[in-house]
């Protein structure tokens, strides 16, 4: 089995406050409808880096709020109260809506459908460890968590997999393994869930859960998901017990700025297959969420994780050799002279016959619309896909140095 690449749900892609207040002023006079969520657009950027450094099981990016705030929201949950950073029970909870789906179904509209999506959702036990309750309606924290998973978890997790929209769902417990003991309850919060789940659960358990690692594994959840980057004694545990669990790969740090190398990656990946078996791992991804790091630095981890994959499980890359084009590989009807416009920032290529008359001519300031343009009329002016494929790193070399503001650019015609 070949691990995915997933992510463990938030990333920094935040939209600006003042956009968020402007939204929310403007919804405030029921007008919503006339402008964008900013928050949807911190989705779409969150998308494009997650699927451009190779995360084949992406999230929404969870850039809405903290996995506390998100599900006690007062607005989707009655009888929570928030003062400062602190949630309080007031009265018996009940759930006024959804808080994810909006966010999902945006995030799977903009998604290519070969792309998978994990979303995470705080689960009960940790949701009720954080809350204060202020109110007789629950004896304790157990009572809470049965009513918060009952009201509140489930009912969440099947309208999102209703849905269609999601594929996995990863239910979030940083407490689990903070705590001190582990208490009965807790498993029984996760038969509850798997009984209502019609797609794959994913338990992602923050911190060393090589304590609680027993307990983990009866749950009736899909994947374990934990941190063998901070914790390398969960190899030990996870290898010498018996369990019908697959595994999330916790293999970069989500607390440091620096960035992992290939080779070391590769290294903790290459170990844990050997170590936990070739078909017990699921998915590799960061040890937990990245919110906390700046985004190009999520980013570049995101990329390390995708490439060491590759190279434990498909080989390294093979070296690229040059080759030219002979002249009996010319295309028969012309040649190709890129240029660019100073004064209007364009890319101009033309096409000519080999008696030197232009037969078709291109201008834009995207080397992507010259290069799709070129491509429609490929067969039409007898353009072969290899003199295209040219024709792509001339674009790009035109196109950088309109954007780096070069006084010059030279077409490579004669090698």
Request: aromatic fraction near 10%.
């Amino acid at each position: 089995m070949i691990p995915k690449t997933t992510t463990i749900g938030s990333y920094p892609t935040f939209p600006r406050p003042e956009d968020v207040e402007y939204y929310l002023a403007i919804s405030s006079h029921g007008l919503g409808e006339e402008v964008i969520d900013p928050y949807f657009w911190s989705i779409d950027e969150a998308l494009e880096d997650f699927t451009s450094a190779g995360i084949e099981v992406p999230s929404t990016g969870q850039s809405r709020g903290d996995l506390y705030s998100l599900f006690l929201d007062p607005k989707f949950v009655k009888g929570i109260r928030w003062n400062g950073a602190e949630a309080f029970v007031d009265e018996k909870i009940s759930r006024v809506g959804s808080n994810r789906l909006a966010d999902v179904l945006h995030a799977r509209s903009a998604l290519p459908t070969h792309y998978e999506i994990k979303e995470p959702i705080t689960d009960a036990y940790t949701l009720a460890r954080f809350a204060k309750i202020n109110t007789g309606s629950y004896a304790d924290a157990r009572e809470l968590a049965v009513e918060i998973n009952r009201k509140i978890v489930i009912p969440e997790i099947e309208q999102l997999q209703d849905s269609g929209a999601v594929s996995w769902i990863q239910l979030d417990s940083p407490a689990v393994a903070a705590d001190s003991f582990t208490p009965d309850y807790f498993v029984g919060l996760y038969e509850e869930v798997a009984a209502a789940a019609k797609i794959p659960v994913v338990l992602h358990a923050c911190g060393d859960a090589s304590r609680v690692f027993p307990e983990l594994t009866r749950t009736r959840v899909h994947t374990l998901s934990l941190d063998f980057y901070h914790y390398p004694r969960l190899f030990d545990e996870a290898s010498r017990r018996n369990y019908d669990q697959l595994i999330g790969l916790g293999c970069t740090d989500s607390q440091s700025l620096r960035v992992e190398t290939v080779e070391e990656t590769g290294k903790m990946i290459d170990f844990a297959r050997a170590k936990l078996g070739e078909d017990r791992i699921q998915f590799v991804h960061p040890h937990c969420g990245q919110r906390n790091l700046n985004r190009e630095v999520a980013y570049a981890k995101n990329v390390v994780l995708t490439l060491a994959r590759d190279d434990v499980y498909f080989g390294r890359p093979e070296e690229a050799v040059p080759s030219r084009l002979t002249s009996k590989e010319y295309d028969p009807q012309g040649y190709f002279l890129v240029s660019i416009l100073r004064e209007s920032k364009e890319i101009l290529v033309t096409y000519y016959s080999y008696e030197h008359v232009p037969k078709k001519r291109f201008k834009s300031r995207s080397a992507e619309r010259i290069f799709q343009s070129l491509n429609d009329e490929a067969d039409k002016l007898g353009i072969s896909r290899r003199h295209l494929a040219y024709l792509t790193l001339e674009l790009g070399r035109a196109e950088a140095s309109l954007q780096s503001g070069a006084q010059v650019y030279r077409q490579k015609v004669i090698e």
